[in-house]
């Protein structure tokens, strides 16, 4: 409509201030008089076959969406939470298929299914392992893999959530404490340790809901090195298994110092296969064409029990994207929560 708009004004515009009309023969004239009308119908017939194009490409995007099955990671900015991430993303590719859409409401209803392993909080960035389709399906064999972070801890301080979102709940003195001292201590929580804190304490804490004590677990950390120390912060470099606490690491290290830690900033560099330089998508590529792409490439990073085969093609482009809310407590630890939508 609007490119017939157009066309009317345009027309409207070369009529004003008419020359002498020459002296012809009827056909001509009715030929000349009929031109602006002709124009403007030919322009509404263009501005239907393009919205008829139009609604041709997202019934196809509709399809690819559908379509995508796998894993991938997205790269996590600090703010939002996990599970927030995740509902931006899915209305993002919702919206870029065109979806919900009347046209496409007829015979078919298929559900998007999109979920995350690996809760980060909200105060922490980086990599986000997603599942798509029959990759949510994945999402329980990514959480027991490997994961590497790096944690800016400070002295001095302890919080009640153990980290810089919390209240300081004690404050002890650090100046005497050295580079020396911090790495000397690093090997006593290397290796299978035992670790507190067996609740996602600082959820519980701003819920304002009471902390238990909890018995100790088995963990696992396989490296752990000390990158740089500027007091009263020092950072931390750490490759671990799955339900292992930073912030109960940080602070038993301040303790293990007879003084007190807190996580200042945490970033999950890896999990699993997936890294953030080369692996996690930022947000400007949460395209269908970019994650279709990204499960092209990280199916072959997967184990072979874990890789899925490629599905075929829908048959049909009408479809209605429902997205359903699914969350499964896997496991006990912070970052051992698989979420589905």
């Not at 009929?34 to 194009?53: D, F, I, K, L, M």
């Amino acid at each position: 409509m609007a490119a017939a708009e157009t066309a009317l004004v345009s027309s409207s515009s070369l009529e004003t201030g008419p020359a002498p009309a020459p002296e012809s023969t009827g056909t001509g004239a009715a030929t000349a008089a009929a031109s602006p009308a002709t124009t403007a119908a030919a322009a509404v017939a263009a501005a239907a076959r393009t919205g008829s194009e139009a609604m041709v490409s997202k019934a196809a995007l509709a399809t690819k969406l559908l379509s995508l099955s796998g894993v991938f990671a997205v790269h996590k900015p600090k703010g939002p939470t996990s599970a927030e991430l995740l509902n931006r993303l899915k209305e993002k590719l919702l919206a870029e298929a065109g979806m919900p859409s009347p046209e496409w409401t007829k015979r078919k209803k298929q559900t998007l299914k999109i979920g995350h392993g690996g809760t980060l909080d909200s105060a922490a960035r980086g990599v986000l392992v997603v599942g798509i389709g029959r990759g949510t399906k994945m999402l329980t064999g990514m959480l027991s893999g490997s994961k590497r972070y790096v944690a800016v801890g400070e002295l001095g301080k302890a919080t009640d959530t153990l980290d810089s979102t919390g209240k300081v709940t004690e404050e002890k003195p650090y100046d005497k404490i050295t580079q020396e001292d911090i790495e000397g201590i690093l090997q006593k929580f290397t290796g299978n340790i035992m670790q507190k804190d067996g609740q996602r304490l600082s959820t519980l804490m701003k819920r304002g809901e009471a902390v238990e004590a909890k018995p100790a677990r088995p963990v696992t950390v396989y490296s752990l090195s000390l990158q740089k120390f500027q007091p009263p912060f020092f950072t931390l470099d750490v490759e671990c298994g799955g339900g292992f606490y930073i912030r109960s690491l940080v602070s038993d290290i301040g303790k293990a110092l007879s003084s007190c830690a807190n996580v200042l900033e945490l970033t999950r560099t890896k999990q699993g296969p997936f890294t953030l330089e080369e692996h996690a998508l930022p947000e400007d590529k949460w395209t269908i064409d970019d994650i279709a792409q990204s499960l092209e490439h990280c199916s072959s990073l997967l184990p072979a029990e874990l890789a899925l085969k490629k599905s075929k093609p829908e048959e049909s482009h009408e479809h209605v994207l429902s997205c359903e809310y699914i969350t499964l407590n896997e496991m006990k630890g912070e970052d051992d929560v698989i979420k589905t939508c």
